[in-house]
């Protein structure tokens, strides 16, 4: 079987109710290794570009305000990659479906989703549902240098005049 990486994200939902220990150690029920895994805000950008393939849906406004935090006043995520045999599946077995009341009650959406009155699945967790996806979001979320193995080919380039912040 082949090796393979997910992206997983716990959403401001999961770091609001202190999910976040209970989610990993579900997660670590499939023995897959956690190669990358930070802390942080996403930015509006971010937010589009994660779920472009949603764009046109009716609930994508809410959905972004749901990802940057803007809906839980908390604008944290954790965002994870896990790597090892059949790793998108098996994440995905754990999270469970996407709408947390048709998730089996034992996986991470059925135990702590909700849907909310607005009709949007507060779902917790994203887990990457194809090897395509994985590996857009994975470039998307995370630098080469970030993951700590040698996962996507990378290239060293010089960056001339880029603003970054840097502590005082
Ligand atoms: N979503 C929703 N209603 C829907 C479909 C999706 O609220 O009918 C939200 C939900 O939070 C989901 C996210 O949009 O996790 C991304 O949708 P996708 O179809 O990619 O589902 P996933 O891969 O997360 O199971
Ligand atoms: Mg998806």
Redesign the pocket.
């Known amino acids: 079987m082949k090796k393979q990486a997910t992206l997983v994200i716990i959403?401001p939902d999961g770091l609001k109710k202190s999910l976040t220990g209970n989610i990993l150690t579900r997660l670590s029920e499939s023995k897959l290794k956690i190669i990358g895994s930070k802390i942080m805000k996403v930015s509006y950008s971010l937010a589009g570009k994660h779920?472009t393939?949603?764009k046109d849906?009716p609930?994508f406004e809410?959905?972004v305000k749901?990802i940057t935090g803007e809906l839980h006043g908390d604008n944290r995520v954790m965002a994870l990659v896990y790597w090892g045999e059949s790793a998108i599946e098996k994440v995905?077995k754990l999270?469970g479906?996407?709408?947390p009341e048709e998730a089996q009650p034992t996986t991470i959406?059925g135990q702590y989703g909700r849907?909310l009155t607005s009709?949007?699945?507060?779902?917790v967790i994203?887990?990457?549902?194809s090897e395509d996806e994985s590996e857009r979001e994975i470039k998307l979320w995370f630098s080469p240098d970030e993951i700590a193995i040698d996962l996507y080919p990378a290239k060293e380039t010089t960056v001339k005049q880029c603003k970054e912040r840097v502590w005082k």
């Open positions: 959403k779920y393939h949603l849906k609930f809410e959905l749901y995905r999270a479906a996407t709408n959406r849907i009709g949007l699945f507060e779902n994203h887990a990457s549902s």
